[in-house]
């Protein structure tokens, strides 16, 4: 055991850390600390991967352990896990736990929370998984270029009691922007891209192929998991011929329910789960098609049925997922906060449109110049962040119930994603959302306005980010202080 090696005087102070930020909130159970953790290791390195079909030249990536996306990591809600990170790339790197709660110096954000991992450098991560659900691991060093170059994967916490299911799936979906000769464009942070949707591909992935092949049985049930790996491409998935059912969003068991206008509308870094049930006949053959873009739709995955079905009728079993332990936030008691985002190609407009008062840093030719120059041109609450520790643009008094209130002044898409919590959405354009659903991204149209609201329970410094890398890189981020 690892704390069994330690001095007791280090043991004292790393104890004593852990214990200042989980103690006040009563998160992370004494019990599961105490237990043994799962082990794994994680190894970043330079590798080749097989995007493209057969005929063309495999791809140089940057890969964890090796693989398209990177070993998925399963564990059970409770557990404790240790996970041993290496760096064989020739920079520096970190590893950040996408969407789950767990103690700040855990985070795997660069200078925020840890050194970055030097090359040949090890870092331990350890933390209890909390929630079950569907997450995912990322660098958040330089994530538009590292992220993009295939360092992504999956980590799934299973419920002590899952729903019933056939098959348990996971779909790791990314774009690759690919040449002839199988390599990446090496155009990242590409000012087009940043000042507009961001690097989206040329090619489609899931799971590291061009496509996703399953072989499926009538009336089986799947549980599907899909995550968006990708630095800036939205899918909205259309399952033809099928009723996917949305059980859980962003990790977080939502009310089972069918998408709006039957879309899975999945923005960079989100995840959803389905329950998919295998409707179609014996022999028969279905598509999953992506539609988020008018040009350029594409099938993502063919599903071919076998030519017996599993049973006689479609699975009646419930679908509905056991709540993880987020505290509810007080609505009546909340405070109030508002956060605007601002900048981008036509930001003026959006501004108009809105009927807004423009932020000083854009509010002239030479303010405009002067973004453009620096490449920082997102603003959030007027300000364009500038590396990992820019001083904390809004506060949050720890323990508190909080509504945040964000307003895209902008033309574009953005999926705004906070560290350390997850939040319920419970407003979009002022109109109450259905499911007031808990996620930790959340997708904000172009002028939307949207609230968010959640109990600040977990202390320290916290990125606060547009997940489309290239944005997040052009100043898409800040720092929120919950203390
Ligand atoms: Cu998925 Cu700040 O990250
Ligand atoms: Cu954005």
């Given at each position: 055991?690892?704390?069994n090696?330690?001095?007791?005087?280090?043991?004292v102070?790393?104890?004593?850390?852990?214990?200042?930020t989980?103690?006040?909130?009563?998160?992370?159970?004494?019990s599961?600390?105490?237990?043994?953790?799962?082990?794994?290791t994680?190894?970043a390195?330079?590798?080749?991967?097989?995007?493209l079909?057969?005929?063309?030249?495999?791809?140089?990536?940057?890969s964890?352990?090796?693989?398209?996306?990177?070993?998925?990591?399963r564990?059970?809600?409770?557990?404790?896990?240790?996970?041993?990170?290496?760096?064989?790339?020739?920079?520096d790197?970190t590893v950040?736990?996408?969407?789950?709660?767990?103690?700040h110096?855990?985070?795997?954000v660069?200078?925020l929370?840890?050194?970055?991992?030097?090359?040949?450098?090890?870092?331990?991560?350890?933390?209890?998984?909390?929630?079950?659900?569907?997450?995912?691991?990322?660098?958040h060093?330089k994530?538009?270029?590292?992220?993009?170059?295939?360092?992504?994967?999956a980590?799934?916490?299973?419920?002590?009691?899952?729903?019933?299911?056939?098959?348990?799936?996971?779909?790791?979906m990314?774009?690759?922007r690919?040449?002839?000769?199988g390599?990446?464009?090496?155009?990242?942070?590409?000012?087009?891209?940043?000042?507009?949707?961001?690097?989206?591909?040329?090619?489609?992935?899931?799971?590291?192929?061009d496509?996703?092949?399953?072989?499926?049985?009538?009336?089986?049930?799947?549980r599907?998991?899909?995550?968006?790996?990708?630095?800036?491409?939205?899918?909205?998935?259309?399952?033809?011929?099928?009723?996917?059912?949305?059980?859980?969003?962003?990790?977080?068991?939502?009310?089972?329910?069918?998408?709006?206008?039957?879309?899975?509308?999945?923005?960079p870094?989100?995840?959803?789960?389905?329950?998919?049930?295998?409707?179609g006949?014996?022999g028969?053959?279905?598509?999953?098609?992506d539609?988020?873009y008018?040009?350029?739709?594409?099938?993502?995955?063919?599903?071919?049925y076998?030519p017996?079905?599993l049973?006689?009728?479609?699975?009646?079993?419930?679908?509905?997922?056991?709540?993880n332990?987020?505290?509810?936030?007080?609505?009546?008691?909340?405070?109030?906060h508002?956060?605007?985002?601002?900048?981008g190609?036509?930001?003026?407009m959006?501004v108009?449109?809105?009927?807004?008062?423009?932020?000083?840093?854009?509010?002239?030719?030479?303010?405009?110049m002067?973004?453009?120059?620096?490449?920082?041109?997102?603003?959030?609450n007027?300000?364009?962040?500038d590396?990992?520790?820019?001083?904390?643009?809004l506060?949050?008094a720890?323990?508190?119930?909080h509504?945040?209130?964000?307003?895209?002044?902008?033309?574009?898409?953005?999926?705004?994603?906070l560290?350390?919590?997850?939040?319920?959405?419970?407003?979009?354009?002022?109109?109450?959302?259905?499911?007031?659903?808990?996620?930790?991204?959340?997708?904000?149209?172009?002028l939307?306005?949207?609230?968010?609201?959640?109990?600040?329970?977990?202390?320290?410094?916290?990125?606060f980010?547009?997940?489309?890398?290239?944005?997040?890189?052009g100043?898409?981020?800040?720092?929120?202080?919950?203390?």
């Amino acid at each position: 055991m690892q704390q069994n090696a330690l001095t007791r005087r280090s043991f004292v102070k790393a104890g004593a850390a852990i214990a200042a930020t989980t103690a006040a909130s009563g998160l992370w159970p004494a019990s599961a600390r105490a237990s043994a953790a799962r082990e794994f290791t994680l190894r970043a390195a330079p590798s080749k991967s097989q995007l493209l079909p057969a005929q063309y030249p495999a791809t140089p990536v940057w890969s964890y352990n090796g693989s398209i996306p990177g070993q998925e990591i399963r564990v059970r809600q409770g557990e404790r896990l240790r996970v041993t990170f290496e760096n064989a790339l020739a920079e520096d790197t970190t590893v950040h736990w996408h969407g789950i709660r767990l103690p700040h110096a855990m985070d795997g954000v660069p200078y925020l929370t840890q050194p970055p991992v030097r090359p040949g450098g090890k870092f331990v991560y350890e933390f209890d998984a909390v929630d079950a659900g569907t997450f995912w691991y990322h660098p958040h060093q330089k994530s538009y270029e590292q992220v993009d170059s295939g360092l992504a994967g999956a980590l799934i916490i299973e419920e002590k009691k899952p729903p019933r299911a056939d098959r348990d799936i996971t779909w790791v979906m990314d774009d690759w922007r690919l040449q002839r000769d199988g390599t990446m464009r090496a155009d990242f942070g590409h000012m087009g891209d940043v000042s507009h949707g961001g690097r989206i591909g040329n090619f489609i992935t899931v799971n590291g192929a061009d496509m996703a092949r399953l072989k499926a049985r009538s009336n089986e049930r799947i549980r599907l998991r899909l995550v968006n790996a990708a630095n800036a491409r939205i899918f909205a998935l259309e399952f033809a011929g099928l009723e996917p059912m949305v059980i859980a969003i962003d990790g977080q068991p939502v009310t089972p329910h069918r998408p709006d206008d039957g879309r899975i509308v999945i923005a960079p870094s989100m995840r959803v789960d389905l329950m998919l049930d295998m409707t179609g006949k014996p022999g028969s053959r279905t598509v999953v098609t992506d539609k988020f873009y008018r040009r350029g739709q594409q099938r993502i995955a063919e599903i071919d049925y076998a030519p017996k079905p599993l049973r006689g009728s479609r699975p009646d079993w419930p679908m509905n997922l056991p709540p993880n332990p987020i505290p509810e936030p007080d609505m009546k008691l909340a405070e109030r906060h508002r956060i605007d985002f601002h900048g981008g190609m036509m930001a003026g407009m959006a501004v108009q449109r809105l009927g807004l008062e423009m932020p000083a840093a854009m509010n002239s030719r030479q303010g405009m110049m002067r973004m453009m120059q620096s490449g920082k041109i997102w603003l959030v609450n007027g300000k364009a962040a500038d590396g990992y520790t820019p001083e904390p643009f809004l506060k949050l008094a720890h323990n508190r119930s909080h509504i945040i209130e964000m307003v895209n002044a902008t033309a574009w898409h953005h999926p705004i994603h906070l560290h350390g919590h997850s939040f319920r959405v419970i407003s979009r354009n002022g109109k109450p959302t259905r499911h007031r659903e808990w996620q930790d991204s959340v997708l904000m149209n172009p002028l939307e306005k949207v609230e968010i609201a959640f109990v600040a329970d977990n202390p320290g410094k916290w990125m606060f980010h547009c997940h489309i890398l290239e944005h997040q890189a052009g100043g898409m981020m800040g720092v929120v202080e919950v203390a």
